[in-house]
């Protein structure tokens, strides 16, 4: 008789002054051990105990990609997700591509965020990350396939 570990669950540390709620029931329900914090500041605490396997990052604002960058620092080999809105979108994805690991834009369907933590949990897994200037992108939008290069947008 062959005994099995029970597979450690992937660690979501969600970062942002309101996390997306949904999002945070669609990781948990879908077998993520999750964590929101409010700020980097309050993640610097708990991310060495915790251990993040990914850190997700709300961003609303322009002004916030000074967050994105504290994270980034922060996460050092864990790969940084940076979800924005559809709404802060253009002026967001030039910043976020040039810091983030991947980022998706909300509303996104559980399968493309299940695709996108997936993609850049492989790069963890095998010790590589994607190739400079290579982001992960997770979107819904219409005629756009996901997840691809966001050097396309």
């Known amino acids: 008789m062959k005994m099995t570990m029970p597979q450690e669950k992937k660690r979501v540390l969600l970062i942002g002054e309101q996390p997306d709620i ?4 669609m990781l948990g ?5 999750v964590a ?3 700020s980097p500041r309050r993640a610097r605490d708990v991310f060495p105990s915790y251990k993040p396997h990914v850190i997700i990052l709300f961003l609303r604002y322009p002004k916030e990609v ?3 960058e504290q994270c980034v620092t922060l996460a050092g080999s ?4 940076a979800v924005i809105s559809l709404i802060a ?3 967001l ?8 690991a991947a980022f998706i834009v909300l509303p996104a369907k559980l399968q493309t965020i299940r695709e996108t ?6 790069f963890t897994d095998d010790g590589q990350f994607p190739p400079a200037g290579k982001k992960i992108l997770g979107t819904d939008s219409p005629g756009e396939k996901q997840p691809h290069s966001a050097d396309s947008l």
Do not use: M, N, Q, S
Request: aromatic share 6%.
């Open 22 to 25: 949904e999002l945070f029931a």
């Open 29 to 33: 329900g879908d077998g993520y051990e």
């Open 36 to 38: 929101a914090l409010e």
């Open 66 to 68: 000074a967050i994105l």
């Open 78 to 81: 864990v790969p940084v997700v």
């Open 89 to 91: 979108k253009p002026t």
């Open 93 to 100: 994805v030039k910043a976020v591509k040039e810091k983030a």
């Open 117 to 122: 933590l997936k993609a850049v949990a492989l």
